[in-house]
């Protein structure tokens, strides 16, 4: 499995950005997918997550209502809109993979597939 995380960037609160991950080598279903991130001195934390069963998608709080996450399967890819973006949801985002076919869950200790982080900056 493979995971390549991409659209980070710097830009100003109340802006838009949406981050993209492309991924190989999982099959149609039986897997979750999420968004993680971390932010400095701060433990990595889960922001959303889709399974793949039922395209069921999950926020956190500090994000439900302005993010949003979809995929394509067509292209094997997944993205997060984020929108209304604040000075802390500065933080390297991660896209991950849970291929334990356990509860469905946004907490990362089930993710065992890691892409590299991809680096959003929200400042004035």
């Known amino acids: 499995v493979q995971l390549q995380a991409s659209g980070g960037g710097l830009v100003q609160p109340g802006s838009s950005l949406t981050l993209s991950c492309s991924y190989s080598?999982?099959?149609?279903?039986?897997?979750?997918i999420g968004w993680f991130r971390q932010a400095p001195g701060l433990e990595r934390e889960g922001v959303s997550c889709i399974n793949s069963f039922d395209d069921k998608t999950v926020y956190s709080d500090s994000v439900k209502g302005r993010f949003a996450a979809s995929r394509d399967s067509d292209k094997k890819m997944v993205f997060l809109q984020m929108n209304n973006l604040k000075p802390e949801d500065t933080a390297v985002y991660y896209c991950?993979?849970?291929?334990?076919?356990?509860?469905?869950?946004?907490?990362?200790?089930?993710?065992?597939?890691w892409g590299q982080g991809t680096q959003v900056t929200v400042s004035s």
């Open positions: 991950a993979v849970d291929l334990t076919m356990g509860p469905f869950t946004c907490s990362q200790g089930p993710y065992e597939y």
């Open positions: 080598g999982l099959s149609l279903d039986g897997w979750a």
